[in-house]
């Protein structure tokens, strides 16, 4: 989990990942920034987040991130 915090900390150090849950919903990551932490996420974990898994609820906090990146380390 403090690998992805510290991914999204590069791009936000404003926010507090660490609670914050609207991420998506509030507007704080965009598309750029969406493409970014899934490029990040390969190079960091060698996973790959399919076109499917882009969905709000997986990228609306830190906490549902790092749920999905689990989940498809171990598919």
């Known amino acids: 989990m403090e690998a992805l915090l ?3 900390n590069e791009l936000h150090p404003e926010v507090d990942f660490e609670t914050a849950t609207g991420l998506i919903d509030d507007k704080v990551l965009d598309s750029f920034d969406i493409v970014t932490i899934v490029a990040e996420i ?9 076109a499917v ?3 709000p609820d997986n990228f609306n906090s830190a906490q549902a991130l790092y749920a999905l990146v689990e989940r498809l380390m171990e598919e």
């Not at 390969?42 to 399919?50: C, G, M, T």
Request: hydrophobic share 40%.
């Open 53 to 55: 898994e882009l969905t």
């Open 42 to 50: 390969d190079a960091e974990y060698d996973v790959q987040i399919p």
């Open 6 to 8: 510290n991914i999204l």
